[in-house]
């Protein structure tokens, strides 16, 4: 059974720092996405990785893969109050595209 | 239409009651999906429709639940008996299916079992 697990679940950071989410998974998968949704809403597509090595960049946060690692960061670079929200990570199960979601890390981002 | 639209947004239903929930998706997209999210946690995936077929429908709990695509657009899930348990936010996504591409959610149902 895949399993999808992110952290923190939880981050406080203060404006203007740099932090890391984890997420890492059981299984071979080459597809990896990231969600953000903030409360009460929808889930929002940030990135898709498709491959090892892939790396994206949108403003503030940068995502990459390491398939062999089983790891996928998503690096936030001086936060800003406006990307507190939850974020989850999910991974492509090959054989019929469904996602399994990590669990979420809860971001607040204060002054 | 622009984005994958569900309706009702909220439902407040009893236990013991049948409820169905719709998801019209993105026009085009061959792929839809259903997910269950509760309080606090990641969306959990109940089933995923290709055309009119279920390709996929391992995360439908128990025998009461089930979902249509009868003409590979709208999809409903219908929920039977419901029990508190189902209370949480039903999301639908939908894909044009092919890979790599990724899936575009709906805003939710609140289903809230009392």
């Known amino acids: 059974e895949l399993k999808v697990e992110q952290n923190p679940l939880f981050l406080s950071m203060q404006e203007g720092k740099n932090y890391t989410i984890y997420c890492n998974y059981s299984?071979?998968?080459?597809?990896l996405y990231w969600y953000r949704q903030d409360p009460g809403k929808s889930l929002e597509s940030l990135f898709v990785?498709?491959?090892?090595?892939a790396v994206k960049q949108e403003g503030r946060l940068m995502a990459s893969l390491d398939t062999k690692a089983r790891l996928s960061t998503l690096h936030i670079t001086a936060a800003v109050h406006d990307l507190s929200a939850t974020y989850f990570c999910?991974?492509?199960?090959?054989?019929?595209?469904?996602?399994?979601f990590g669990t979420g890390t809860r971001l607040q981002v204060f002054p | 239409g622009a984005g994958v639209s569900q309706t009702p947004s909220n439902k407040v239903t009893e236990k013991g009651k049948y409820v169905e929930l719709r998801c019209d998706p993105i026009?085009?997209?061959?792929?839809l999906y259903w997910y269950r999210q509760s309080l606090g946690q990641g969306p959990e995936f109940l089933i995923y429709?290709?055309?009119?077929?279920?390709?996929?429908d391992s995360g439908l709990p128990n025998d009461r639940f089930f979902a249509v695509r009868p003409e590979g657009s709208v999809s409903t899930l219908k929920i039977q008996r419901t029990e508190r348990g189902d209370s949480a936010v039903y999301l639908c996504?939908?894909?044009?299916?092919?890979?790599?591409?990724?899936?575009?959610f709906g805003q939710g149902t609140r289903l809230t079992v009392v």
């Open positions: 299984t071979t998968s080459d597809r």
């Open positions: 026009s085009g997209h061959t792929a």
């Open positions: 999910a991974v492509d199960m090959v054989v019929t595209d469904k996602l399994i």
């Open positions: 990785l498709l491959s090892n090595g």
């Open positions: 996504a939908s894909s044009s299916g092919q890979v790599g591409t990724e899936a575009f």
């Open positions: 429709f290709q055309g009119t077929g279920a390709a996929d």
